[in-house]
């Protein structure tokens, strides 16, 4: 079956680096993906992992282990406008390009 | 900075009617997605559309659901008999290539079913 799970919430505060996880099992792997998505709005891509380490874009970054089925995103410095939910996303393996995602993590950034 | 368009931005209809959800995707873009959201649940792969045939579609695309590239920029979703439970938000993305490249989201569509 698919499955990708990551937590419900997190609270971090301004300034502060928070780490966001995400686990899957899939029947296909071509890629992890992080979006962003505010409320009422539609996901932004963030980062994309196809091997198996950290990529690092500015404020975020992002890890792959594809031997266990984890990744995490990584947000440093943070401000208010990061307020959103953190969608991660695997694309399947078949020549379609599914995309399946995670339920999100809404992240709360207090001052 | 191009962007992917849809509208309309929302949509009321009645069950049992026809609805037909545009995009605009990326002019240089190939391949064509669509995607729906039910309120407070996470992103939902409808169907995958490339060299004007469908790639792949998940088992929510059933017989209700079809799609369509009726010219060189537009994409359609067309619902044949709406039910209460399609009422989701719609969103449309792009993307140059298949995989990996990324896939860019359009606004989307809230499509209210009553």
């Known amino acids: 079956g698919q499955n990708i799970d990551q937590p419900t919430e997190m609270t971090a505060t301004e300034g502060a680096i928070v780490q966001i996880n995400c686990t899957y099992q899939?029947?296909?792997?071509?890629?992890l993906f992080w979006y962003q998505q505010h409320a009422g709005e539609a996901p932004t891509f963030l980062s994309y992992?196809?091997?198996?380490g950290l990529e690092e874009k500015g404020r975020f970054s992002s890890f792959l282990s594809r031997s266990k089925g984890y990744s995490y995103l990584l947000l440093k410095e943070l401000q208010m406008k990061d307020s959103a939910s953190y969608l991660c996303?695997?694309?399947?393996?078949?020549?379609?390009?599914?995309?399946?995602f995670g339920a999100g993590t809404r992240l709360f950034v207090k001052a | 900075e191009p962007e992917v368009t849809q509208t309309p931005s929302h949509q009321v209809t009645q069950m049992g009617q026809e609805v037909i959800l545009r995009c605009v995707p990326i002019?240089?873009?190939?391949?064509f997605y669509w995607y729906r959201q039910i309120l407070g649940q996470k992103v939902e792969f409808l169907v995958s559309?490339?060299?004007?045939?469908?790639?792949?579609k998940s088992e929510i695309f059933d017989d209700q659901f079809s799609v369509e590239r009726p010219d060189g920029s537009n994409f359609t979703l067309k619902i044949r008999s709406t039910k209460l439970e399609d009422s989701a938000m719609y969103f449309c993305?792009?993307?140059?290539?298949?995989?990996?490249?990324?896939?860019?989201f359009g606004p989307g569509t809230r499509l209210t079913v009553l």
């Open positions: 992992n196809v091997l198996d």
């Open positions: 993305a792009s993307s140059v290539g298949g995989a990996p490249d990324t896939q860019y």
């Open positions: 559309f490339y060299n004007n045939e469908i790639s792949e």
């Open positions: 996303a695997v694309r399947d393996r078949g020549g379609g390009f599914k995309t399946i």
């Open positions: 899939t029947s296909g792997f071509n890629g």
């Open positions: 002019s240089n873009h190939l391949y």
